[in-house]
């Protein structure tokens, strides 16, 4: 279980702060597309997005999209977004793409995060790579039939990971009169 929970958690990707990253000596970020920095099937950025992935280029920050989904989806996307690398078709959560992006970016593990949106494939891949990983919430509930079906399955891991204190409980026992 472990290795589906994440280093930490944000609301979008645009909450993390550009200069904490330098500060803790980032130097590249792996993150998912659909879901995480757009839209799923959408090819535009929100404006906080923009100006974030712009304050990184600022920052030297390099970003690598890792994303599951085929070329002709990602490849222009990245090029509208001017996002010089990216990888399609990676099959994630399996490690060879994750270490093709430290690859391409020059990064190590000590030094990269990951960004996604989906515990099964971002977390877990980016855990298994030894990177820090970031859970964003998805920007939109709009997605491919089968993360929709996952979804569910990760909605009872999330739940699982909050304090025992803090669950939902669905049972109430009630003593009756009498009852130890």
């Known amino acids: 279980m472990r ?3 994440p280093a930490q ?9 550009v200069s904490e990253l330098t500060a803790r000596g980032i130097q590249g970020i792996i993150i998912d597309l659909d879901n995480t920095l757009t839209e799923w099937n959408e090819y535009h950025l ?5 100006q974030w992935l712009s304050d990184l280029e600022v920052q030297g920050i390099k970003v690598c999209i890792l ?13 509208g977004c001017r996002i010089p690398y990216y990888i399609s078709g990676a099959r994630k959560p399996r490690r060879k793409g994750f270490i093709r992006a ?6 190590t593990p000590e ?19 030894g990177i820090h990983t970031v859970l964003v919430n998805p920007i939109s509930r709009r997605e491919f039939f089968g993360t929709r079906m996952v979804r569910r399955i ?3 891991v999330l739940r699982e990971k909050k304090p025992r204190s803090e669950r939902k409980k669905f049972f109430v026992f009630k003593r009756r009169e009498g009852q130890p």
């Open 67 to 79: 994303s599951n989904n085929k070329e002709k989806r990602v490849q222009p996307f990245a090029a």
């Open 102 to 107: 430290m690859q391409i970016m020059g990064t």
């Open 46 to 50: 929100c404006p906080k997005v923009h």
């Open 9 to 17: 958690r944000v609301e979008a990707v645009h909450e993390l702060n």
């Open 154 to 156: 990760e909605r009872i």
């Open 3 to 5: 290795l589906l929970k």
């Open 111 to 129: 030094n990269t995060i990951v960004i996604g949106d989906q515990i099964f494939t971002d977390v877990l891949g980016g855990n298994r790579s």
